[in-house]
């Protein structure tokens, strides 16, 4: 049997022994079969323990038996159902992992038993890659490639999208021994399956946007120079045979195609492009064809691995403003610390500006703007190539922009690093003038015209969607040098004149631009205070002799009515197919395009049905409906007729079809090909899908489908991105951006139907609270009232109320609301008291405070409660203190002589330890006395007995027969209350009760005590009381251990 080996000395180094066939059972992995690196202070991984019980199954029906009773076992266990072939299917997955001299055997039954055409491992697959990959073990890595090579070989549905997340993993700037092992084994698995490569368009795209990216990067070392000649010979070999589908990459394929000109191959493909682009295919016209095509997102975003993602989205939501440094020097600590790690900073920039474009809500807030992010990253360039590069990436938007076609939030981080670093980094704004003034006639000559019209269109548009007011005050700025201002004026007169009426630049000039500063920069120069964020003239002319009004306008788009052009697709179709599509555009009633569209879905399910047309077909539907997708999607009124209405749209007739077909029919599966093809052209169709399929009754789904939203699962795993909870994820967000009305209408259903995806993390939830108003708050917790609705469940809320300190002040509040909707024990979420503090967590701490207080105090809430650090400012456990005093005084006193004695009997250096070591509060003696000595002060005036208890004066005697001096000096008024209580067995005790009430200190400023009755009364019921505890107070003479321990 022969497995997956590393080439070479480089995936040796990467894989050791493991990967080879008679690689030992876990070779590597310490414990025996571990797939993940921990340490013995990590807590077990959930997916990893999962995916080790699920092994442990199959192995106890394989150990001791032959193969074929082996395989009878498993089909059977596989038939009870779809948990038992889960099961299966990871048991073996798992045992291909971690045992290579069992991989052949397990893949082969993993071949026999699999139902779904191998669904689940390839959703495992992507998850230990998007989530686990960092932490894989040696072992683990070389197996996964080795399955990936043979799923690759079987011709999987699906393999395609996995090869595509290994790319992902494969880092720009890293040519440690590790990286390099992976970049060279998934060439060598697209190189030999060549054919198997051609039959995917948008794997074709991305393996050669990837490995042009990575050429870069590969020169040096012999091993590395092998290397690069098969990435050039593969890559060459798609950009002639296939440029059509490289075409799709757009303009940044010129940009990656600049990088590597000098390389012979790449050079005489150069002459192609320029002088004879008929010979690459018919349908290029030329470089200026490229360069007018954005490029999409997902190509920007292929060339970070999950985690450099992970962590820059983190910086641009969650991140504060002036609170960024600790972040960034992390970052680069990781990624951009080696010299070769000069080219990533282009990826992070392309990135920032072609896929991070934060909502409206988090433009208006004080959240790390992109352009502090982009202008950090420039200054860490340390060669002047990389940093010519870096600019080209920043402005590479710019040179071909087109109004209607690019989005304004492309071009605007340029704009905004330029005019906040004018005052603190002026080299900074001067060397990107002078770039984007030297790139217009540099970057290609004989396209000079287009670039500056290009350049010109980019800020015209920042002037007219007020992303700065005007342009004078930057182009000509006295801090730039005479010659650059010269060069600025002659290339933009237009852009260099001050504005009239003057007024706006007097309310400009005392505008402060620090990018180091802190919030009020952020709110006050972020964007120009002339406009307040982006407001509308109409609003500026309003406020005159008004006091302004600073509040956040969106950014309005201009929705610019195109005419419908499907003719570049309509030679790629059938005659008859085409004929339809024409039918469809001419048609302008419903009905008919309704009927001529379900002509067109029974054409795609005909047999003879040529698939490679899903693609050009899709580009048509997009073309022909995109009207659908602008505006809002849910009815004004939701009736059951207007929803009825709604749903009757032409695209829908495909989501109709699918939803009343079985699962495993063949034209089940090339309609949500279809639906796939449509996804990448246009994402919002997946927000549309859950729409649809909320607002059909359920009488209208087919017998076969368990639940209505089984459908969207399976067209989530049809997408490229091959992964429910990514898929979903995407699709609200963009609902959220698109109609927070129908966001709010699907809420409901989304929790029901994809309580794994949505109850896990706060991730939808946060969308969820960013964006409602009060009215849709109260309208969702009626509907976890009345149990329409669960958003939290016991074993995630904690963690989701945690993530929820970082949000905005309404969003918590609206997130403790629906929390409190819900019936779950408030002692599941006590624990987060010790992540509040006082002046960071107000909210939490006030929705706590008011829900605590309608609760009877457990042992664990008064531990929690005692645990915070004591601050004359923090109120919080004084209050609940005082009130459980008033409501359950005897309970609380029990609980707390608990604790007392329980902190006491611990040794006193271990105690100081642990609290100074931990990062959460940890309960300390010294912490309850100083909170009892504070509730002792705060009752000192008032007719609560609650220090004459016994319990508490018990506890009081207990911790003072053994507590240091110091202790007993600091809380000496404390400790008077137990020493009148140990004398009270000899005296009346109704000196106790006064003692009670007020300590020798305190009691110099104590007003008169209570009246006659009640002072009789409590003496009355203490005599009682003070008859028991005689007999162990004689025992506590002897031993104060023993006595304590009776008490």
């Known amino acids: 049997m022969e497995l997956q080996k590393g080439k070479g000395t480089v995936a040796a180094a990467a894989s050791g022994a493991a990967g080879g066939g008679g690689g030992g059972a876990g070779a590597g992995a310490p414990g025996g079969g571990r797939l993940l690196l921990s340490t013995s202070l990590d807590a077990k991984d959930e997916l990893e323990e999962r995916l080790e019980r699920c092994m442990s199954i199959v192995t106890s029906m394989t150990a001791g038996v032959s193969e074929r009773e082996a395989n009878d076992a498993l089909n059977a266990y596989v038939c009870k159902g779809p948990p038992q072939h889960e099961e299966i299917c990871l048991g073996l997955f798992t045992l291909v992992l971690t045992e290579p001299a069992q991989a052949q055997k397990c893949y082969r039954d993993l071949a026999l038993v699999s139902r779904d055409g191998m669904n689940i491992v390839l959703n495992k697959i992507n998850q230990l890659l998007m989530e686990k990959y960092l932490k894989l073990q040696d072992t683990c890595r070389t197996q996964l490639v080795w399955l990936v090579r043979e799923l690759v070989k079987s011709g999987v549905l699906g393999a395609d999208g996995v090869c595509m997340t290994f790319m992902k993993q494969i880092a720009g700037g890293d040519v440690t021994a590790k990286n390099i092992w992976l970049a060279e084994s ?13 039959k995917s368009s948008i794997l074709i795209a991305m393996a050669v946007y990837t490995y042009l990216r990575l050429l870069v990067d590969h020169h040096g070392t012999a091993q590395l120079h092998t290397l690069r000649q098969k990435e050039v010979d593969f890559c060459i070999s798609l950009l002639r045979e296939r440029f059509m589908e490289c075409l799709m990459i757009g303009r940044d394929l010129v940009r990656l195609l ?4 000098r390389i012979p191959e790449f050079e005489l493909l150069w002459k192609d492009i320029i002088h004879n682009p008929q010979a690459l295919s018919p349908q290029f016209t030329g470089i200026l064809q490229l360069l007018q095509s954005r490029t999409s997102r997902k190509f920007l975003a292929c060339r970070l691995t999950p985690d450099m993602e992970t962590k820059l989205l983190f910086m641009t939501s969650r991140v504060r403003f002036g609170q960024q440094k600790r972040y960034q020097d992390w970052f680069q600590r990781q990624y951009l610390s080696t010299p070769d790690s000069q080219s990533l ?24 703007p992109r352009w502090a992010i982009i202008g950090w990253l420039l200054t860490t360039c340390t060669s002047n190539v990389a940093a010519s590069n870096a600019k080209l990436a920043l402005f590479y938007d710019w040179l071909f922009f087109s109004p209607d076609k690019d989005s304004i939030m492309n071009i605007e981080p340029a704009i905004l690093v330029m005019h906040h670093s004018m005052k603190p980094h002026p080299a900074i704004t001067a060397t990107l003038l002078d770039f984007m003034c030297r790139i217009i006639p540099n970057f290609y ?3 000079e015209g287009h670039v500056r019209q290009g350049v010109f269109s980019s800020l015209n548009h920042i002037v007219e969607k007020r992303v700065l007011a005007h342009l004078a005050p930057l182009f000509d700025n006295p801090k730039l040098d005479k010659e650059l201002r010269s060069m600025l004026r002659e290339k933009f007169p237009e852009f260099c004149s001050s504005p009239s009426p003057p007024v706006e630049v007097k309310i400009e000039e005392p505008v402060s631009m620090e990018m180091d500063n802190h919030l009020s920069d952020k709110d006050e120069s972020c964007y120009d205070n002339a406009e307040a964020a982006f407001s509308d003239d109409e609003e500026d002319l ?31 179709l059938d005659e008859s197919l085409r004929d339809k599509v024409l039918q469809l555009q001419k048609g302008s009633d419903t009905e008919a395009q309704c009927e001529v569209m379900q002509e067109i879905v029974d054409q795609v399910l005909e047999e003879d049905f040529d698939s490679e047309q899903l693609s050009v077909l899709a580009s048509c539907l997009q073309e022909l409906f995109k009207a659908h997708f602008r505006g809002e999607v849910l009815p004004e009124e939701v009736t059951e007729e207007s929803l009825e209405e709604s749903v009757g749209k032409p695209l829908y007739l495909i989501f109709r079809n699918l939803c009343q077909m079985q699962e495993d029919n063949s034209s089940f599966s090339l309609l949500l090909d279809l639906l796939s093809e449509l996804y990448q052209k246009q994402p919002k ?8 399929l909320r607002a059909r009754p359920n009488w209208f789904y087919s017998k076969a489908a368990a639940g209505k939203m089984n459908l969207y699962e399976s067209f989530a795993q049809a997408t490229q991105l091959g992964d ?19 966001l709010c209408h699907l809420t409901p259903s989304i929790y029901t139907e994809f309580p794994d995806e949505t109850l896990r993390s706060g991730e939808l939830l946060n969308m969820i609270v960013a964006v409602i108003d009060s009215a849709q708050l109260q309208e969702l917790v009626c509907h976890v009232m009345m149990g329409n609705l669960v958003m939290f469940r016991k074993d995630s809320v904690l963690n989701i109320l945690i993530q929820s300190l970082d949000w905005e002040t309404f969003e918590q509040y609206c997130a403790w609301q629906l929390f409190l909707a819900h019936n779950i024990p408030l002692e599941t979420i006590i624990p987060i008291l010790q992540h509040l503090k006082y002046k960071e967590h107000p909210e939490a701490l006030s929705c706590l405070l008011l829900q605590l207080r309608r609760e009877k105090p457990s042992e664990e809430m008064v531990k929690m409660v005692l645990s915070r650090p004591c601050h004359p400012d923090d109120q919080f456990t004084t209050s609940i203190l005082r009130h459980w005093c008033m409501k359950h005084d005897e309970l609380l006193a029990e609980h707390i002589k608990a604790l007392l004695i329980k902190n006491n009997s611990l040794p006193r250096k271990r105690q100081s330890l642990r609290s100074s070591s931990s990062k959460l509060a940890q309960l300390t003696l010294e912490q309850i006395l100083e909170h009892l000595d504070n509730l002792r002060l705060n009752l000192a005036n008032t007719k609560q007995n609650f220090f004459s208890q016994t319990p508490i004066l018990q506890a009081l005697q207990h911790v003072q027969a053994s507590c240091d001096e110091a202790h007993k000096m600091k809380f000496s008024d404390l400790f008077s209350l137990a020493e009148e209580y140990e004398d009270s067995s000899t005296k009346p005790p109704k000196s106790r009760r006064k003692a009670a009430l007020s300590s020798p200190r305190s009691r110099k400023n104590a007003t008169q005590p209570p009246n006659a009755e009640e002072e009789s009364g409590s003496s009355s019921a203490s005599e009682e009381e003070d008859t028991k505890p ?12 023993v006595g304590s321990d009776s008490d």
């Open 1030 to 1041: 005689k007999p162990s107070k004689r025992k506590r003479k002897g031993s104060s251990a």
């Open 542 to 572: 309003n406020s005159k002799g008004k006091k302004r009004e600073f509040r956040f306008h969106p950014i309005k788009e201009t929705v610019v009515e195109e005419p419908v052009d499907v003719t570049p697709y309509l030679d790629q």
């Open 724 to 742: 429910l909870h990514t898929c979903l994820m995407m699709d609200m967000k963009a609902c959220q951006e698109d109609d927070v009305r129908l």
């Open 445 to 447: 000559p004989p396209l």
């Open 345 to 368: 900073r282009c990826d992070l920039i392309r990135y920032i500006c072609g896929v991070v474009h934060p909502s409206n809500e988090v433009l208006s807030s004080d959240i790390l």
């Open 186 to 198: 998934v060439l060598d698995i697209l190189t030999e399956q060549r054919e198997w490569v051609l």
């Open 685 to 692: 169709i997946g927000y549309h899908l859950l729409y649809y």
């Open 258 to 261: 600049q990088n590597v000109a």
